[in-house]
């Protein structure tokens, strides 16, 4: 790990206005540096604004105040298909609801951040299968995802996350839709290639087991954030 930085948060402001014009505010003031290679999860009771958070974060939106810089770059000033082509490559996603696509194999499903960004299509398959051979989906690569358990779902779209060798990976309740057991072994299959890859993770969960095997612990509550110690959670 080194202490090279990839995400600023500076004095953070952010909210909505809803129908009647009133302005609700989500989060209020929020800052924090995250390093290269770190682990973070980002903790809160429901609707405290965790996904709007790591929304902003991974440069998906922009805040009413304040700045972001990922990978070194003003989030906050760039105009969405430029912080599209910023993140391309460069930042990689899971989400609690795996979002594959069901007309498409395993394999395709995990080839196409590749060819999107332009990697050549018999490139784009030898490393899609090499990741879904890593996580342990060798022999599932002609399954669509109606043919795939949960968990199994959930390594196709860690294998996609991680084909373009991302410098950071966004997670959004990654084992929210699992059991238990199937959730651990996603859990230590995310870890073991924070470690190996030295891709840095952030993450947001309800899972309490999860968010303790990370490096750094933030709580967003009534739109603060501060950040805890593992042993508190």
Avoid: Y
């Amino acid at each position: 790990m080194t202490n090279a930085q990839v995400l600023s948060v500076s004095s953070v402001s952010h909210g909505f206005v809803d129908q009647d014009g009133q302005h609700l505010p989500i989060l209020r003031d929020v800052s924090l540096q995250i390093n290269q290679g770190d682990s973070v999860a980002i903790v809160g009771p429901s609707g405290a604004g965790k996904s709007t958070l790591l929304a902003l974060l991974a440069g998906l939106d922009v805040p009413n105040q304040g700045e972001i810089r990922l990978l070194d770059q003003s989030f906050s000033t760039l105009s969405e298909d430029a912080r599209a082509k910023a993140r391309q490559g460069s930042v990689g996603f899971v989400f609690q609801s795996f979002q594959l696509l069901p007309g498409l194999t395993a394999l395709e499903n995990v080839m196409l951040p590749l060819e999107l960004a332009g990697v050549s299509v018999k490139l784009a398959k030898q490393r899609a299968a090499d990741w879904l051979t890593r996580v342990g989906l060798g022999a599932r690569l002609r399954h669509r995802p109606r043919m795939l358990s949960g968990g199994e779902q959930q390594r196709t779209a860690v294998a996609r996350a991680f084909v373009t060798d991302p410098a950071l990976l966004f997670a959004d309740e990654p084992t929210g839709n699992l059991d238990r057991r199937t959730g651990e072994s996603i859990s230590d299959l995310l870890f073991q290639l924070n470690q190996d890859t030295g891709a840095t993770l952030v993450l947001v969960t309800h899972d309490e087991r999860l968010a303790s095997r990370c490096d750094r612990i933030f709580t967003l509550d009534e739109g603060q954030l501060q950040e805890s110690t593992p042993c508190s959670v």
